[in-house]
């Protein structure tokens, strides 16, 4: 692949036709510009979303926005639609973190009215948010109860009070994939997540305090209740251990799959079953399974984080949106019934709120999704600034605790057990998320309605 290779359609659209290669079934489209395509070029990320051309059943393109960056099988940053009739699912085209995905909560006060308990805030979220590497949480459930979260997601935090009915209506899929089947999902699956509900994790999974500091869509705004210097908390995480393990256990039942069908690949990681087959259902089930551990899993660290703020401020906090960004699941586009993958990838249907977290230190955005891209994207579009450089990498290029005092300069808390993980996490490892939103509201994939500034950041191990 080299850029000569790629079709310059608008000004941030690029296409590398389906003559490219003649295993290709439909064109691949990246979204990106000319600046970022350098970059995209230094990893597997586009010879990724080539290969993802390839799938058998794969609708109009092979779709890659601006924060791709090589991942397992799919770019992370990959969107793809399949026919449920005759196409695929592919673990790949989700990931090991089923449904990671973002939530936004707003409050009733501003900056102004919580500034002096900024500090003692941070303490108090780091001290009741259980986050890090294989982190049990305070939440214990029994083996019917798991299987209960695996089946009905959100729904089971409202139904054990731990959170409103209302929620539900501001969650994609109303937080739960009726497809899921807590049968289809590994004992060891369910070992690593019995304790894992209401925990943070590691990596990029943070929770933020957040200021608003421009509103850049007054309508959207006015009807979403967010103005300008107006506190909100960005919660960011997934299904944690058991969704790895659901990842692990099908790949391997999908390896074996695809040598019994002697299917040929692309590349070995793209490992896929047909959507209708027997295997490609469990999957499916055991999949949106982890979909709605996550969901439930990001409830009750809402659970936490408004009884730490009522603690604190004696006020209430109403869920925003919350939106998965590792998924794949059931949507109708032009009338037909399609397995939508996206990984690192947000859905975006019109007059929707769209959540776009920064990288540790730098702004994040409320999105409104449009109808373009409902017609261009399968309604999608960025999931955040996309990795530029490997966590290695930024360990050795960054010290945790300098980090921590440059972003304190900067107005900026950051609350972590571990200063090798806020290496890992610096805003330097990251392309910069400005550039990345320009790119899909200047393309109309979608509206810019707000900018937020980070206050304080809660990280894991």
Not at 20 to 37: A, G, Q, T
Not at 152 to 168: M, N, Q, Y
Not at 173 to 193: L, N, T
Request: glycine share 10%; hydrophobic share 40%.
């Amino acid at each position: 692949m080299q850029k000569h290779d790629l079709i310059k359609i608008e000004s941030y659209l690029y296409e590398i036709p389906k003559s490219f290669r003649e295993d290709m079934n439909v064109p691949c489209r990246i979204y990106v510009n000319k600046e970022m395509l350098e970059k995209v070029m230094e990893d597997r990320s586009l010879e990724q979303a080539i290969n993802v051309a390839t799938l058998p059943g794969i609708q109009k393109y092979s779709i890659a926005m601006p924060d791709i960056h090589q991942g397992y099988g799919f770019p992370i940053g990959g969107v793809a639609a399949f026919k449920s009739s005759d196409g695929i699912i592919s673990p790949g085209g989700v990931g090991y973190d089923i449904n990671c995905g973002v939530r936004l909560l707003k409050s009733s006060l501003s900056f102004n009215e919580v500034e002096k308990y900024l500090y003692g805030l941070g303490e108090k979220l780091l001290k009741t948010i259980p986050s890090g590497v294989g982190k049990g949480g305070k939440l214990k459930v029994t083996g019917a109860e798991l299987d209960e979260v695996l089946n009905t997601g959100a729904k089971w935090a409202v139904k054990k009070k731990l959170a409103g009915p209302e929620d539900l209506e501001h969650m994609e899929e109303g937080g739960c994939m009726e497809q899921a089947d807590a049968s289809k999902v590994s004992d060891q699956a369910k070992a690593r997540g019995k304790d894992q509900i209401g925990t943070l994790g590691s990596g990029n999974h943070f929770i933020e305090v957040q200021r608003i500091d421009e509103i850049l869509d007054e309508n959207y705004a006015k009807q979403w209740g967010l103005e300008k210097n107006q506190i909100v908390i960005m919660i960011h995480t997934g299904s944690r251990g058991l969704g790895h393990q659901i990842a692990t256990d099908y790949i391997k039942k999908l390896q074996k799959y695809i040598v019994e069908k002697n299917l040929q690949l692309a590349d070995r990681e793209l490992i896929y079953a047909k959507f209708n087959s027997p295997i490609g259902q469990d999957y499916l089930k055991a999949m949106a399974a982890g979909a709605n551990y996550a969901w439930c899993n990001r409830t009750m660290l809402t659970h936490l984080t408004r009884k730490v703020w009522r603690e604190v401020f004696n006020s209430e906090l109403d869920l925003v949106y919350d939106v998965a960004h590792n998924i794949a699941k059931i949507e109708e586009h032009d009338g037909v019934e399609m397995i939508m993958h996206r990984k690192g990838a947000t859905r975006a249907f019109p007059d929707q709120p769209v959540l776009i977290p920064g990288s540790m230190g730098t702004a994040s955005y409320i999105l409104a999704g449009t109808q373009k891209a409902l017609e261009e994207t399968f309604g999608s579009v960025c999931h955040g600034a996309g990795r530029t450089i490997s966590r290695q990498k930024a360990k050795k290029m960054v010290h945790g605790r300098r980090l921590q005092d440059d972003l304190k300069e900067k107005g900026i808390l950051v609350k972590s057990f571990s200063m090798r993980g806020l290496a890992e996490e610096a805003p330097l490892a990251y392309k910069d998320i400005d550039n990345v939103v320009n790119i899909v509201t200047e393309a109309g994939l979608a509206k810019k309605v707000a900018k937020m500034k980070p206050l304080v950041v809660i990280k894991g191990d």
